[in-house]
């Protein structure tokens, strides 16, 4: 597509539930990213993916936090028993090569009540 | 580790009125660094990127960043700013190699008074 498409644009969602968060990268980006905003915060790196290499996971903070990228394209990022302090908004970029400079989505804001 | 300073919060700015917003960063060889803009309820823009060459760097909407190792500061600036610059603005630092995240600053928040 034109650029990176994010869904649902909000979510709510109570305590304990959980949630998927869909990425549809930039057609032929090789490099995905998922970050965290919480509200007044900067952004915190979750993962990385690049073409078919293993997951950089290490930004993940919890093991309630997983996500996959199927085909090498579209992602999506599950949240298990969700928490309060899961409220964020969920930013997903994609990027053509080696170097970083990404395209961002508009991201998904979770709430999580 | 890389990281990223951005030692103002807040600023304030009149319509028309010159812009520079300050960026630190930290990291032990040349880094790839950018200027991201976010309007509220959006995603964040690109507004520009250093990679190597030339240190004073163009981007869009009249915006310019300039690399000083130096100091190792990129700061952001425009020489007249529009009520539509109001917005919030990200530093980042990037590595070369490894796992090629960028590292974001927390954010300076522009306001623009008629």
């Known amino acids: 597509g034109a650029g990176v498409s994010q869904s649902p644009s909000n979510k709510v969602t109570e305590k304990g539930k959980d949630v998927e968060l869909r990425c549809d990268p930039i057609s032929g980006h090789t490099a995905l990213y998922w970050y965290r905003q919480s509200l007044g915060q900067g952004l915190e790196f979750l993962i990385y993916?690049?073409?078919?290499?293993?997951?950089?996971k290490s930004g993940l903070p919890s093991d309630r936090f997983s996500a996959e990228r199927t085909g090498g394209s579209v992602s999506t990022l599950t949240i298990q028993r969700t928490q309060q302090e899961d409220s964020a908004v969920y930013l997903c970029?994609?990027?053509?090569?080696?170097?970083?400079?990404?395209?961002f989505g508009s991201g998904t804001r979770l709430t999580v009540v | 580790a890389q990281s990223v300073t951005q030692p103002d919060i807040h600023i304030t700015v009149s319509e028309g009125a010159s812009l520079e917003l300050r960026c630190n960063y930290s990291y032990g060889a040349t880094p790839y660094l950018f200027w991201y803009v976010q309007s509220p309820g959006q995603g964040l823009q690109l507004l520009l990127k250093y990679f190597s060459g030339d240190t004073l760097v163009q981007g869009i909407k009249g915006f310019e960043a300039e690399f000083k190792r130096s100091q190792s500061s990129f700061n952001l600036r425009k020489p007249s700013v529009h009520w539509s610059d109001a917005a919030e603005y990200f530093c980042a630092v990037g590595a070369g190699t490894g796992r090629r995240a960028l590292t974001f600053g927390s954010g300076t928040r522009l306001q623009v008074q008629p």
């Open positions: 993916f690049q073409g078919n290499s293993a997951p950089d």
């Open positions: 970029a994609s990027s053509t090569d080696q170097r970083p400079g990404y395209t």
